[in-house]
């Protein structure tokens, strides 16, 4: 065992395959051009002085009224109405686990470190993701934003997490695919590695955590 007590592992892009390239097909389906959605968002965030996704992601708006806001803003942008209330199943069908990794953290549990998810998620969506992974058998801390009214890249969020594991930043690993949410858990204690293949985080992971003795998953696995 490494000095490290725990892994904080993201849940999207890094449990799963990558967010963006749902969010592409999704425009696709939908014959929009892309970045359609990240800037319908960004005009209601500069109209309305919050961002809608991020207010969703703290359980301040609901699923409902930010699809209700998206729509209206992109039949706005696009003189056409947008099928959003099958959003959240359509995304999730091009959601993926991420075998690789999910296979590597239950090795680590197997070698005794503790396992928490730190994710910025949706309240309405939680059976969704849940149903993914196997959560409850991997990983005795959750902390979805969209239930305590924090999100990445709050330090409120990485210390709410590491009091309820009850350990220090100092001893937790952390992993997550954007690199805003990595800085911030390395100002705040953690040290971290930034997700961009599970290749090359796994690799990264094991040697902070110890290196050759971490055994690696199979070439099936990945």
């Known amino acids: 065992m490494s000095a490290f007590q725990a892994v904080v592992s993201d849940f999207g892009g890094v449990l799963t395959t990558p967010l963006m390239r749902a969010f592409a097909a999704l425009q696709e389906e939908d014959d929009l051009d892309a970045g359609a959605l990240g800037g319908a968002l960004r005009r ?3 109209r309305d002085g919050r961002h809608p996704l991020y207010e969703l992601e703290c359980g301040r708006m609901t699923e409902h009224d930010f699809l209700a806001e998206l729509s209206a803003q992109l039949h706005a942008d696009l003189g056409r109405e947008i099928e959003m ?10 959601l993926e ?3 690789a990794m999910i296979a590597f953290l239950r090795s680590l549990r197997g070698r005794g470190y503790r396992l928490a998810m730190l994710t910025n998620n949706v309240r309405e969506w939680e059976p969704l993701w849940r149903a993914m992974l196997p959560v409850d058998e991997l990983f005795e801390v959750v902390v979805d934003s969209a239930f305590v009214g924090l999100r990445k890249p709050d330090p409120a ?9 009850g ?8 992993v997550d695919d954007v690199e805003a949410n990595v800085a911030a858990a390395v100002a705040f204690g953690m040290t971290a590695v930034l997700f961009r293949s599970s290749e090359q985080a796994i690799a990264e992971m094991r040697e902070a955590l110890g ?6 998953p199979s070439r099936s696995q990945r």
């Open 157 to 165: 969020i990485y210390r709410l997490t590491c009091e309820r594991l």
């Open 211 to 216: 290196g050759d003795q971490l055994s690696e």
């Open 167 to 174: 350990l220090a930043a100092e001893a937790c690993l952390f």
């Open 44 to 46: 209601i965030a500069e």
């Open 97 to 99: 686990p991420n075998h």
């Open 85 to 94: 209330h099958s959003f959240a199943e359509r995304y999730f069908a091009h």
